[in-house]
């Protein structure tokens, strides 16, 4: 794929992702190709390319987890403090939203519903011609021992599977 081939295709994604801001509380959005390449990005400049680029190899390891026991990820709601991450899988890699914890959620599966069928085919494209994401040289982070990491678990009732809550 030629650079302005490349450029045309983000463009097109970036205008689909601009229409999910028409959902109140929705913040922002990217797209990523399922070998963590970042195509599009219609996102505060607050978060930096390389940022999101770094989201997304680790969510699309994620989906590579469940597709490891057997399971496949099609959507998946992270929450954190007053936001949350809804991912939905494409067929050539991954549709990350970024909204407020108050978004009304039935209207943001509809939208990312109207909008993946919309980017997949350019997504599946993107994840065929594109090369590979160079390999990331960040250094492993350092281990903290136990009690630090347990004292920075979720707190309590932050937990949850499924809509229950888990220890």
Known sequence: ??????????????ASLATLKDVAGIAGSFVCTQSGRLVAREIPALFEDAALAEASGRLTRLRETF??????LDVAVVRFRDHKLYLKALGGGMLCIVAEDRVNMPALRMAANLVGRRIGPSVARA?????????????APPQRPAADRAAAAAPAGMRRFRGRAVD
């Open 127 to 139: 994840q065929a011609e594109l090369p590979p994401s160079p390999p990331e040289k960040s250094p």
């Open 1 to 14: 794929m030629t650079a302005p081939d490349a450029a045309a295709l983000a463009e097109g994604v970036r």
């Open 67 to 72: 597709a490891a026991v057997g399971d496949r």
